[in-house]
């Protein structure tokens, strides 16, 4: 069935580091992809998208983009910040209904 | 901001007692959605809601029961609660159910432990 893959975390990483948390689906077609954050104390909020092959989502900072030759979707920000430090979720649409990744734990240290 | 809110935050009770978790949102949205959050992170949804008199059972089985009478209510209960409901839940809300553009708007969540 559909799934989405996520790295393990925790991802601990300095200030100003460069980041890369990786994503990988399996699905049948061309998904819509999504990454969520988590912030401490706080419910998901959607970070950023991707509709179809090749398209870049990007926010805050952080970009997608969207492969389908690798079924990947990594997340990516060249230069990370302590407010960064949340749970990074990768999601893709499929049948009608969101199916999750397991969460990334990221920490930036000062 | 999202309009969605979700109270109480934390809760601790016995085991044996009935509870209500409430979810409310102003932004007008049938649709609406329970997932509960284990300690490893992971979103397993476990009821959802087409609009008001809808509801429908998530992909994992859940001894909670919920409730949509009106549209912008969708209240979870668990009439006796056990040491395994002990979780985070969170509720959402969407214009439209999934579809390749549908953003999700997630409450805080609520954190109940059953002792």
């Known amino acids: 069935g559909n799934s989405v893959t996520q790295m393990e975390g925790p991802v601990t990483l300095s200030e100003e580091a460069f980041l890369t948390i990786n994503c990988t689906y399996t699905a049948t077609g061309y998904p819509s992809l999504f990454w969520y954050v988590q912030y401490p104390g706080e419910g998901l909020q959607l970070l950023l998208k991707a509709t179809k092959a090749d398209d870049k989502g990007s926010n805050k900072g952080f970009e997608a983009t969207y492969r389908k030759e690798t079924t990947s979707f990594h997340l990516e920000k060249g230069s990370v910040q302590v407010s960064d430090s949340a749970v990074y979720f990768c999601?893709?649409?499929?049948?009608?209904?969101?199916?999750w990744g397991a969460g990334t734990k990221l920490i930036i240290k000062p | 901001e999202a309009d969605i809110y979700q109270t109480p935050r934390y809760l601790v009770i016995g085991t044996g007692k009935k509870i209500t978790l409430e979810c409310s949102q102003t932004?007008?949205?049938?649709?609406m959605y329970w997932y509960q959050q284990d300690p490893g992170m992971e979103l397993h949804l476990i009821h959802y809601s087409y609009g008001v008199n809808s509801t429908e059972k998530g992909d994992l089985s859940s001894e909670s029961t919920v409730s949509r009478i009106r549209t912008e209510h969708f209240p979870l209960t668990l009439e006796s609660a056990r040491p395994s409901h002990t979780s985070q839940y969170l509720c959402?809300?969407?214009?439209?159910?999934?579809?390749?553009?549908?953003?999700?708007?997630f409450g805080q969540g609520t954190r109940l432990t059953v002792v």
């Open positions: 999601a893709q649409y499929s049948n009608y209904q969101l199916i």
């Open positions: 932004m007008g949205h049938d649709k």
């Open positions: 959402a809300s969407s214009e439209y159910l999934w579809t390749e553009n549908t953003e999700a708007f």
